[in-house]
């Protein structure tokens, strides 16, 4: 995977200080009770070309992070740039244009195209829609991508339900393709998938970006399929990143401790390797709507200490490009 | 661990399902068996039978379209295939157990987390409500949930997703069952639970001497508890080891393409780093409804000869204990 990180020019991606709240509405008059706080104050930064990783467990808000950075929910503040121009206050129009430039992959291959079009239309349709081809011209370019993805041209004119999961996902990647765009979010893209075929789209995501140099914002809570595919790994909990790194880095010296049981969560498949009776930790993440105060981990933090309970961790750069929020460090 | 006799052993077992598209051979004469205090992993990816095989043990399969057309499975000197509604009903819960993927759709939302616990204890053991009550309280400590007198009235909709597969987990020993058949017990749940979970199925499994049999498509979930492991490929036994066995020395083409198919966290903590590619298994699972003459994975595998094509594999016992379905000669 080469990625040249000394050309640091204008970033593909810059989020900042990004929150996304959800207000819950209760009783007859739908009267705001309080919020969700989805994503709360996420900043991140992302080259040409790189992919990036987004890890945590459900309710981590790491879904809701790649649908607001492509607008899909609307962000409450923060600052969300693509190659330098501002989108978050950007009306329908001006976000219709730059939308061609963030694509999104979704996990549910069965769920996101529609059943009642020609899966060649459904690709055809987003060339339409962009105005980059229309009628025979836009078959021709449908039929490229699709052998590029790994399916037949004469498939086009099947419907979505008669794909297998793998081969729905292909056509997912397709979509999202076809307007050459700089960068795929990709929400949870092999999680629905069985282990032989999940190999066969991780590769195919890999081999796209070598072919076409496009950046991946790879969000998963598999950690074992983060590894194989970015360059760097951000680590949500609780609507906040708690850890950043290049993803050796992040294996070899995790520094938060939720990064460390999550990574000592996973089973090895090696037998010889019995997990650790201590690894285990204990409880279940907190809910987004009243996170804890402090460091947001500290009820299941088994270093935690009075400050951690009262002052919220700075989130500091403890090496060089390795970043992490925890007092202890 | 071999010399006993099993507790509960699927003998050719086969189970059917009739479809539009023809007959579907979910199960298509699978062997296993598990003894006490022993953990058996049945693995494999969607469609091989694996669920299918389990639910047949209490059956569970809904007929129509599905039906035990073949086989038999031994517990305790009966063929549960055989015995009456009645008796399969005393089994069910009792004497054996299951726990399934989604916590949340096996609970009942109505009745309180107490009541779901005590029913079978009432209902098989024949308790008083007060000693049911009493024992359901219990279970739900053994379990290790906080607050465990508050939450015997509490709903599962107030639990979170760990929670109420403890309570299952609950629910499915609370009558000390012989066996637990756990139907991808972890697959709903985040790491960091699915750790928590398979630590307390372990320590539950010492303390009661429970056989344990884990259905499961993760090889990771495998090497951490079982002691000895079926993998299935389109509703056959491909191979059987002792999970060491497996791991380190695995003779079926398809288990090795799903060893090399995951990628291997452990490769960059030990330094290996990890490949630039996955290995692939090419293409995807045969219909079950039209299966090839010969080997199942025969147009998947590398290895496949005019032989495999033609001729079903016969299961053999590649070295001692180690068994495999496969013509050709798999050395590692």
Redesign the interface.
């Known amino acids: ?1 080469p990625l040249d990180q000394s050309k640091s020019s204008t970033p593909l991606l810059e989020v900042k200080d990004l929150k996304t709240h959800f207000p819950i509405r209760q009783g007859v008059f739908s009267r705001v009770s309080g919020h969700v706080y989805a994503v709360d104050g996420v900043t991140i930064s992302m080259q040409d070309g790189e992919t990036l990783g987004l890890v945590g ?2 309710g981590s808000g790491k879904s809701t992070l790649g649908k607001s950075i492509m607008r899909l929910v609307e962000p409450t503040s923060g600052e969300i740039k693509i190659s330098g121009t501002e989108i978050t206050g950007l009306n329908k129009q001006d976000m219709f244009v730059h939308r061609r430039q963030v694509q999104m992959v979704f996990q549910d291959p069965y769920s996101s195209l529609n059943p009642r079009i020609p899966v060649g239309k459904i690709v055809a349709e987003a060339l339409q829609i962009h105005g980059i081809a229309t009628g025979k011209e836009a078959e021709n370019m449908v039929k490229d991508i699709f052998e590029r993805v790994g399916l037949r041209p004469s498939q086009m004119r099947n419907y979505a339900n008669e794909f ?1 999961g ?1 081969q729905r996902q292909r056509i997912g990647i397709a979509r999202a393709l076809a307007l050459n765009p700089k960068l795929i979010i990709a929400d949870e893209p092999v999680s629905a998938l ?7 789209v ?2 195919l995501f ?1 081999d796209l970006q070598q072919e076409y140099g496009m950046s991946y914002l790879f969000i998963a ?1 598999d ?3 983060v ?2 595919i970015c360059h760097r790994i951000a680590v949500m909990y609780l609507g906040k990143i708690v850890e950043i790194a290049n ?2 880095e992040l ?2 010296s995790p520094l938060h401790p939720y990064t460390r ?15 650790a ?1 201590d ?4 409880g ?2 907190p809910s987004p709507s009243n996170p804890p105060k402090g460091c947001r981990f500290h009820t299941r933090c088994p270093l935690a200490e009075d400050r951690c309970r009262i002052d919220e961790p700075e989130f500091k750069e403890v090496s060089p490009r390795h970043w992490a929020a925890c007092h202890l460090i | 661990m071999d010399a006993r006799t099993p507790v509960l052993e699927l003998k050719n077992l086969e189970t059917h399902f009739e479809t539009r598209d023809g007959t579907v051979r979910a199960v298509d004469g699978v062997s296993y068996s598990v003894n006490a205090g022993e953990t058996l992993a049945v693995v494999g990816e969607s469609g091989c039978g694996k669920s299918v095989s389990s639910l047949s043990i209490l059956r569970l399969i809904p007929n129509p379209p599905g039906k035990i057309v073949g086989g038999s499975v031994m517990f305790g000197g009966e063929d549960l295939t055989q015995v009456s509604e009645e008796r399969i009903r005393v089994i069910r819960g009792n004497e054996i157990s299951m726990i399934f993927q989604e916590p949340m759709t096996s609970l009942n939302p109505m009745m309180t987390i107490g009541k779901q616990i005590s029913e079978p204890l009432t209902q098989h053991l024949g308790l008083s409500k007060k000693e049911a009550a009493n024992r359901a309280q219990e279970m739900l400590d053994l379990v290790q949930i906080p607050d465990s007198k508050k939450w015997l009235s509490g709903y599962p909709h107030e639990m979170s997703g760990g929670m109420r597969q403890r309570v299952m987990i609950a629910i499915a020993l609370a009558c000390d069952p012989k066996v637990l058949i756990a139907d991808e017990p972890t697959t709903a749940l985040d790491v960091t639970i699915q750790a928590q979970i398979l630590l307390l199925i372990r320590e539950l499994q010492k303390k009661m001497g429970t056989a344990v049999i884990m259905v499961t498509h993760d090889l990771g979930v495998v090497a951490e508890v079982a002691n000895r492991v079926v993998v299935m490929y389109a509703g056959r036994k491909v191979e059987e080891a002792s999970v060491k066995d497996l791991f380190a020395n695995p003779q079926h083409p398809y288990t090795i393409g799903l060893m090399t198919a995951i990628p291997r966290l452990d490769k960059i903590t030990n330094g290996d780093g990890l490949n630039e590619r996955l290995t692939e298994i090419p293409g995807v699972v045969p219909p079950l409804y039209n299966l090839p003459a010969g080997c199942a994975f025969a147009d998947r595998c590398s290895f496949a000869t005019d032989k495999c094509r033609t001729d079903k594999p016969v299961f053999e016992e590649k070295s001692p204990n180690h068994w495999a379905a496969c013509w050709q000669e798999i050395s590692n």
């Open positions: 995977m467990e459900s297998s793998g069985d282990v032989s075929v999940q190999a066969q991780i590769n890999m809570h950690l074992a399929v590894a194989q993803r050796d294996f070899k049981a999550l990574l000592s969560s996973i089973p090895i498949p090696n037998p010889e390797i019995r997990p009776e690894r285990v930790l204990h279940d993440i």
